[in-house]
């Protein structure tokens, strides 16, 4: 065992994970090792070979856990890899508020107990124009919320082309019964009017919901309902309208070469009553659920005890209210990393790529790699603008002795793990997801790739 913990190759495990786990790996190895040469009167394996297993148990322990990687897949708000990257702002607001006590639940001008709640109300407030805003875990715990506070035993009317389903199986109409709400179908797949909601409205119609297509769209023989007009109907009727609005857009992405993107300012304009967006997709920041809207009914969601299960912590809320501090400031959105990852040329993209493929060229002495810089698509991801695609540029790795999936694997496995695509039997490490000054590390997980 005493061999084992002094292994120069085990030395960082010990470090990340303390000795105990290590020699717990080490015990289960030798441990097969010698159920398997009992058995079969087996010569055990050298010692360079045990190390090999109990290096894989290790590898397999910390994959277990969060792990930083580098996002080379060409989707900018990839929900698998996390979503948006947060500012250094954010970072900052977190390690300053979780490193130690905060005013989270404490009002510190009366002395007396607080409201979380109130913490990034102001700010949500002057980015989005709403009279009044709450913050969740989620934007799905968001829409809960909202079903359970308004629509529970009652009817709520949505457009059949809008009865989605997102990433995870999240689907509408199963929140919608889950809530205790009944549903009530309007329209048709490609057409919806006005007098659809008009015609569905009772005496039990609670809300009037529009939720955001999220992941496709349909085009040709269409009819929608625009948003001010059911929100319109919804006064006159005297039922509120809600927007499921999902990606949490704050600003209008044709700036950055994208079709247009509804926006949440747009949304309350409309008259929508309470808007339901996400922090970690087009906001650029943590994980939450934002809804923004009306003062009265801000105020009916406050008051559901459903709200407990739904609050956020104080690091997400130190990096949310960092993140819209930022929306506030002069310049302040090309902090974001999201944003800067939009505003980054094309050109600038094709000189990091060119710059890649020499350097690496330089690394490889055996010429493992056959590396070019090509043009390529990126893709916003998080849920917005599904067929749209941005120009960017990759490095197309081929393995000359090894296939492709065999290299993504490698890659992976890396520290950093680089997470790239495979595309017609070549690697495609795509740049516009990686920051340039993570350039380094990129270049040296290629070189230990190759190796």
């Known amino acids: ?154 009817e709520v009317v949505v457009s059949r082309n809008q009865l989605i389903e997102i990433g995870g199986g999240f689907r509408l109409p199963e929140v919608l019964a889950r809530s205790g709400a009944t549903l009530v179908e309007v329209g048709t797949t490609n057409k919806v009017y006005l007098h659809d909601f008009e015609r569905a409205l009772t005496a039990r119609t609670a809300l009037l919901l529009r939720s955001h297509s999220s992941n496709f769209r349909i085009e040709g023989f269409t009819a929608d309902v625009e948003p001010a007009e059911l929100a319109k109907l919804g006064r006159r009727a005297g039922v509120p309208t809600v927007e499921d609005l999902g990606s949490g857009a704050l600003v209008d992405l044709a700036a950055y070469g994208l079709p247009h993107e509804r926006t949440v300012p747009e949304a309350l304009a409309d008259g929508i009553e309470l808007v339901a967006f996400s922090g970690d997709k087009l906001l650029g920041g943590p994980q939450a659920g934002i809804i923004a809207g009306s003062t009265s009914a801000i105020a009916r969601l406050r008051a559901n005890p459903l709200l407990r299960a739904l609050r956020v912590d104080k690091a997400t809320l130190a990096a949310l209210g960092a993140t819209l501090r930022l929306y506030l400031e002069p310049g302040g959105i090309a902090k974001i990393p999201l944003y800067a990852m939009l505003g980054a040329s094309a050109e600038s993209l094709q000189q990091r790529a060119k710059a890649l493929v020499a350097a690496l060229a330089r690394s490889d002495s055996q010429g493992a790699l056959e590396t070019a810089a090509v043009a390529t698509h990126a893709y916003l991801g998080g849920g917005s603008a599904p067929a749209e695609t941005l120009p960017s540029f990759a490095l197309a790795l081929r393995d000359t002795q090894r296939g492709a999936s065999a290299l993504a694997a490698r890659l992976r496995a890396g520290r950093p793990p680089v997470v790239a695509r495979v595309e017609d039997g070549q690697v495609l490490v795509d740049l516009r997801a990686i920051p340039p000054e993570r350039d380094g590390e990129l270049l040296r997980a290629l070189a230990a790739a190759a190796g």
């Open 1 to 154: 065992m005493h061999r084992f913990l002094t292994e120069p190759a085990l030395a960082g495990y010990a470090a990340r994970f303390g000795t105990g786990v290590v020699k717990t790996a080490v015990d289960g190895v030798l441990s097969a090792v010698r159920v398997s040469a009992a058995q079969d009167a087996s010569v055990p394996p050298d010692f360079e070979l045990l190390v090999a297993r109990v290096l894989g148990h290790l590898a397999g322990i910390e994959n277990d856990g969060l792990i930083a990687v580098l996002n080379a897949t060409g989707i900018l708000l990839h929900t698998n890899l996390g979503r948006a990257p947060l500012a250094p702002e954010a970072l900052e607001a977190v390690a300053a508020i979780a490193s130690g006590y905060s005013n989270l639940e404490f009002d510190l001008e009366a002395g007396t107990r607080g409201s979380r709640h109130a913490r990034v109300t102001t700010l949500v407030r002057a980015v989005s124009g709403a009279a009044d805003a709450l913050v969740v875990n989620n934007c799905a715990g968001a829409v809960l919320l909202i079903l359970d506070t308004f629509a529970k035993g009652r």
